[in-house]
């Protein structure tokens, strides 16, 4: 039976791992959904680019030149597969849906951030109405949680974009938001300490390398998506 359910997990990893590639395509030209074309000649690519991991390899090639059809993210197949797939076998139970969006939300934020250094209002909105969804197995505690969650990381959110002027964007504040209300307040604040221990951690390399300097900026939501996946994954003696 276990064997059942993990490969189970695998199967929806992979499907996951479809989505998620388009949802960062569409946010990454903009917000336009447009069906796949091969990034060589244009043409239509053939079924075998939108799956995942074989889109990467010859065998999913373009049928029209023969070069392979798939994005550079392959990163984000193989953690939307392996991430969920380690979610699902570690957080069994009514909080799944949840934990699992929180993963997938993280992993388009910091596929599409690191791109284009946004963070899509659309995506967070409709991270925030699937949330609210999969909160009702979990009671009225868990709203009550959610939403208190929500306030305060807007509110630490916007004291830090205001103390910083410039190097936390508006885009990170509403993602901790977002955040805030799929994992309660207790594990959003462990999220946002993760993440600007992290982002620390990093900017003081950039420097110590001197890749950077105090006044460049670097993408900081892949850090709160990183310390959210580490939330979900390691934190389960955390209250929701």
């Not at 390899?57 to 029209?64: K, T």
């Not at 990381?153 to 209300?181: E, H, M, N, S, T």
Request: charged share 10%; aromatic share 8%.
């Amino acid at each position: 039976m276990q064997g059942i359910w993990a490969m189970l997990g695998l199967f929806v990893g992979a499907a996951a791992a479809a989505v998620l590639s388009l949802v960062v395509e569409t946010f990454v030209r903009g917000g336009a959904f447009r069906p796949r074309r091969c990034p060589h000649c244009h043409a239509d690519p053939g079924p075998a680019a939108y799956v995942p991991l074989l889109r990467h390899s010859r065998a999913g090639a373009c049928r029209a030149c023969r070069r392979t059809a798939g994005t550079p993210d392959l990163w984000l197949d193989v953690l939307a597969i392996l991430g969920t797939a380690l979610v699902w076998a570690l957080r069994p139970g009514p909080a799944l849906p949840l934990d699992l969006l929180v993963l997938w939300l993280g992993l388009a934020v910091a596929a599409i951030d690191l791109r284009r250094r946004v963070i899509p209002n659309r995506l967070l909105l409709v991270a925030a109405v699937l949330g609210l969804l999969a909160l009702l197995p979990l009671g009225r505690s868990a709203y009550v949680a959610g939403l208190a969650g929500a306030v305060l990381l807007l509110a630490i959110g916007l004291l830090i974009a205001w103390v910083g002027r410039g190097g936390f964007g508006l885009g990170d504040v509403k993602y901790l938001g977002a955040l805030g209300l799929l994992l309660g307040w207790q594990r959003g604040i462990a999220t946002l300490f993760l993440a600007v221990l992290l982002g620390g951690l990093y900017a003081a390399w950039l420097l110590l390398t001197r890749r950077a300097t105090g006044r460049d900026a670097f993408a900081f939501g892949p850090f709160i998506a990183l310390g959210s996946v580490a939330v979900v994954v390691l934190g389960a003696g955390l209250a929701r």
